[in-house]
T-cell receptor, first 113, second 114 residues
Framework: NAGVTQTPKFQVLKTGQSMTLQCAQD?????MYWYRQDPGMGLRLIYY???????DKGEVPNGYNVSRLNKREFSLRLESAAPSQTSVYFC????????????FGEGSWLTVV | AQSVTQPDIHITVSEGASLELRCNYS??????LFWYVQSPGQGLQLLLK??????LVQGIKGFEAEFKRSQSSFNLRKPSVHWSDAAEYFC????????????FGQGTELSVKP
């Protein structure tokens, strides 16, 4: 059971370059999320998709776009990377409702130089 | 404003000693509370969660946490720490209708002395 799979695990970008982080889950979850983790700040929600076909902004959406490609996949795109986007990115998924566990991927380490 | 505060950025304990990591929250709705652990270079692993019922919850790896509504706290405890518990610990809060939309604390880094 793979759970939540993120690719790539590591990436170095130059300022202004674009890239897409991929996330897929095999648990038939309806809700998916993208978080970023920065030192001393915990995890902050970037975007989420409560169900297939919907996406919404989280706490820190600026500079990002997302696509809920199908029920399994939720991608995060940086159109023009900036050094401030150097971070660790986590994808998560769950079935919305009482008592449901939230599953996190292993993270994607992104450095923008 | 909704927030989670972990007052201790870094804690060092001796192996075999007891541990308590503090977590305070401010949240408008009935809170669902979580503790996650993250080892270096790894993702987040759920230690335990509180949704309702008994305010003392047991988790994996010998951890437990107590929900105190009057103090808006959800502190994590372990009676005897092992060297393998060295990691970063995150407290998070959500609610029934928010699914995976969690608010995380800043994290507490735990070091274990031999």
């Amino acid at each position: 059971n793979a759970g939540v799979t993120q690719t790539p695990k590591f990436q170095v970008l130059k300022t202004g370059q674009s890239m897409t982080l991929q996330c897929a889950q095999d648990m038939n979850h309806n809700s998916m999320y993208w978080y970023r983790q920065d030192p001393g700040m915990g995890l902050r929600l970037i975007y989420y998709s409560a169900s297939e076909g919907t996406t919404d902004k989280g706490e820190v959406p600026n500079g990002y776009n997302v696509s809920r490609l199908n029920k399994r996949e939720f991608s995060l795109r940086l159109e023009s990377a900036a050094p401030s986007q150097t971070s660790v990115y986590f994808c998560a998924s769950t079935v919305s409702g009482s008592g449901n566990t939230i599953y996190f991927g292993e993270g994607s380490w992104l450095t923008v130089v | 404003a909704q927030s989670v505060t972990q007052p201790d950025i870094h804690i060092t304990v001796s192996e075999g000693a007891s541990l308590e990591l503090r977590c305070n929250y401010s949240y408008g709705a009935t809170p669902y509370l979580f503790w996650y652990v993250q080892s270096p270079g790894q993702g987040l692993q759920l230690l335990l969660k509180y949704f309702s019922g008994d305010t003392l919850v047991q988790g994996i790896k010998g951890f437990e946490a107590e929900f105190k509504r009057s103090q808006s706290s959800f502190n994590l405890r372990k009676p005897s720490v092992h060297w393998s518990d060295a990691a970063e610990y995150f407290c998070a809060v959500g609610s029934y209708n928010q699914g995976g939309k969690l608010i995380f604390g800043q994290g507490t880094e735990l070091s274990v002395k031999p």
